[in-house]
T-cell receptor
Framework: EAEVAQSPRYKITEKSQAVAFWCDPISGHATLYWYRQILGQGPELLVQFQDESVVDDSQLPKDRFSAERLKGVDSTLKIQPAELGDSAMYLC????????????FGPGTRLTVT | LAKTTQPISMDSYEGQEVNITCSHNNIATNDYITWYQQFPSQGPRFIIQGYKTKVTNEVASLFIPADRKSSTLSLPRVSLSDTAVYYCLVGDNQGGKLIFGQGTELSVKP
């Protein structure tokens, strides 16, 4: 069964450093999502791509976060500079066009900012 | 976007049937009801989706009454491996964002 790939699985960084996460969605999935999940809470959508275009980044802290999906396939989420409050699980998901509610999630990247 | 309310936690024992009810009083005509399961340190996994009456797959059943203001996820004969957080979401496939609430933390005991 096809899966969403994410790397790294774990990342420890010091505050004020830059950090980047990578996601490779399921082949053929036009829609890609980045979520942040704080321990004990549900995932929160940060950004949604349709192919290479951003369709929703209303919850993305744009002063420090950026996301791109240049060729409409894999995607990178960057944080610069990282803050202590950014410690969380960062999840990537993908879905077929028009199937927003059936999303396939990757294993996530656990970020710890010290 | 319709808001959902579900119990914070539930306990069960192996072999029992577990029913998790979700309230969504403001569900819109075009909204579907979707449930996800999340194990610790993993991403959520789609379980089931329905619009009305009953939907069943190899994992669970979803019961939706006629007024659609609530729904019940039914897990038959749970095992220890069903210990997870279960999220109920409501919305359509056209617009808006997928909003996860706090979910229901199900603990299955031996």
């Amino acid at each position: 069964e096809a899966e969403v790939a994410q790397s790294p699985r774990y990342k420890i960084t010091e505050k004020s450093q830059a950090v980047a996460f990578w996601c490779d969605p399921i082949s053929g999935h036009a829609t890609l999502y980045w979520y942040r999940q704080i321990l004990g809470q549900g995932p929160e959508l940060l950004v949604q791509f349709q192919d290479e275009s951003v369709v929703d980044d209303s919850q993305l802290p744009k002063d420090r976060f950026s996301a791109e999906r240049l060729k409409g396939v894999d995607s990178t989420l960057k944080i610069q500079p990282a803050e202590l409050g950014d410690s969380a699980m960062y999840l990537c998901a993908s879905s077929l066009d028009g199937e927003r509610y059936e999303q396939y999630f990757g294993p996530g990247t656990r970020l710890t900012v010290t | 976007l319709a808001k959902t309310t579900q119990p914070i936690s539930m306990d069960s024992y192996e072999g029992q049937e577990v029913n998790i009810t979700c309230s969504h009083n403001n569900i819109a005509t075009n909204d579907y009801i979707t449930w996800y399961q999340q194990f610790p340190s993993q991403g959520p996994r789609f379980i089931i989706q329905g619009y009305k009456t009953k939907v069943t797959n190899e994992v669970a059943s979803l019961f939706i009454p006629a007024d659609r203001k609530s729904s019940t996820l039914s897990l038959p004969r749970v095992s220890l491996s069903d210990t997870a957080v279960y999220y109920c979401l409501v919305g359509d496939n056209q617009g808006g964002k997928l909003i996860f609430g706090q979910g229901t933390e199900l603990s299955v005991k031996p």
